[in-house]
């Protein structure tokens, strides 16, 4: 089992923000995950347990291959770059991860366009 304590020192380690998209974790939208599954071997120490947001959660579960067991958000935006569809538990929450996705694009932009200059160089 995992303390009540326990999961206080973990959310004042991750200063009360959601481990994975750092946006402020709200009372009862938020899971505690363990960093190594448990299946994998993890276990219940501190050290291997993090809080994060239940969107974040359930795009974790599909990147281990768990199925997601948590339902579709009810907020969402759609990127205007790659068409990706963001989805939170709040306007604010999905608002705040599309803004974080848009960061992801310019800086792929500029790599992009430093590339090219470095390109231009040796031409
Ligand atoms: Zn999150
Ligand atoms: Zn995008």
Do not use: W
């Amino acid at each position: 089992m995992i303390s009540k304590g326990k999961i206080d020192s973990v959310r004042e380690k991750q200063k009360d923000l959601c481990n994975i998209c750092k946006f402020k974790l709200q009372e009862g939208k938020f899971h505690v995950d363990h960093i190594k599954p448990k299946s994998k071997g993890g276990d219940d120490g501190g050290d291997n347990l993090q809080l994060i947001c239940i969107p974040c959660h359930s795009k974790k579960n599909e990147a281990d291959g768990v199925h997601a067991r948590y339902p579709k958000y009810t907020y969402t935006s759609v990127c205007d770059e790659c068409g990706k569809v963001v989805g939170g538990y709040s306007q604010d929450h999905s608002n705040y991860l599309m803004q974080q996705h848009m960061l992801k694009h310019e800086r792929e932009k500029k790599n992009n366009s430093k590339k090219q200059e470095k390109g231009k160089d040796v031409f």
